[in-house]
Each structure stands twice: as C-alpha cells, then as structure tokens.
C-alpha cells in the first residue's frame, strides 16, 4: 500500500503545485467576494438576506475591490470562516483526484520486457551488454553463445 502513496506522489508532483497555485487563485478570486457579500447581506438586521448577497456577489468578483476590505475588522472572521470551509471542500476533491491517478498495482508502468527484474549486473551473465539479438533496452541475447539462442516474440508486429 506505501507504494502507491509514493508512486502517486512522485508521478504527480507537478499537478500538486498547480493544485496549490489554484487554491491561492481561487482563494483571491472567489473566497474573498463571497465573504464580503455574506458580510454585506446580513449587515442590515442580522438575517441573511439572498437577494442581497447574489446583488454583492457579482460586483465583488468582477471588481477586485473586495479583497482589501475583507482584512477589515467586520469582515476578518467571515473570511477566514469561509476560508476554512472552502479549503476543506478543496482538499476533498483534490484527494479524490490525486486517489483516482494512483496506480492499480505494483507493475504499473513498469515496461514489460525490461531488465528491471535484475540488479546489479545479474543479467548480464546470461545476457549481452553491447551486441546480440536485442530483447529489451539495452538487454542483447548473444549470438556467439554456447547453447540454445532462440528468440520466442510475444506481442505484434505491426507495420504500415
């Protein structure tokens, strides 16, 4: 199970910082007006008013002039309010995201054929290091060795 942890980290490095980058992003684009408009629709007689909230809402987005006044004092704790709620629902769907791209096994994009089986040489006591018959990447079978050399192709052989 580790392994898919590590692989699933490790094949999605980029995607993490560009799931970063949009956090902040979305952060300054939307979580600010929101909190500003829930601020500005209850500010009359304490109950959310709708209405109110939808006629902020989309002057705030398109204005950016929100996103100074939400440090003010009225508005501070609604910020970070929304904040953590929005940050909560983000990391949600980023882990649903990120354990959809994890690998099904061990051997996922392990090229079949390889000599990744072997370490250390070990293949090259039955294999050629420079010149043969090539079976994998940089793997030759040996034309001048003793004994059977026949090659059994598994796959296609396709050619246009």
């Known amino acids: 199970m580790n392994?898919?942890?590590?692989?699933?980290?490790?094949?999605?490095?980029?995607?993490?910082?560009?799931?970063?980058?949009?956090?902040?992003?979305?952060t300054i684009i939307l979580v600010s007006p929101?909190?500003?408009?829930?601020?500005?629709?209850?500010?009359?007689n304490g109950i959310f008013n709708l209405s109110k909230f939808f006629t902020e809402i989309v002057p705030a987005i398109a204005s950016?002039?929100?996103?100074?006044?939400?440090?003010?004092?009225?508005?501070?704790?609604?910020?970070?309010?929304?904040?953590?709620?929005?940050?909560?629902?983000?990391?949600?769907?980023?882990?649903i995201g990120l354990f959809k791209s994890k690998p099904?096994?061990?051997?996922?994009?392990?090229?079949?054929?390889?000599?990744?089986?072997?370490?250390n040489g070990e293949q090259y006591q039955i294999l050629n290091r420079n010149k043969g018959i090539l079976l994998a990447q940089e793997n030759y079978l040996p034309t001048?060795?003793?004994g059977n050399v026949n090659v059994l192709v598994v796959g296609r052989f396709r050619f246009w």
């Open 64 to 95: 950016f002039s929100c996103i100074g006044k939400v440090f003010a004092g009225a508005y501070i704790g609604t910020f970070f309010k929304t904040l953590l709620y929005f940050t909560i629902f983000y990391i949600i769907c980023a882990t």
């Open 3 to 26: 392994y898919k942890v590590k692989k699933t980290l490790k094949d999605n490095k980029i995607s993490l910082i560009v799931i970063a980058v949009l956090w902040v992003i979305l």
């Open 144 to 146: 001048d060795k003793r």
């Open 34 to 44: 929101i909190a500003y408009s829930i601020v500005q629709a209850t500010a009359d």
């Open 104 to 119: 099904k096994s061990e051997y996922t994009d392990i090229e079949h054929g390889s000599s990744d089986w072997s370490v």
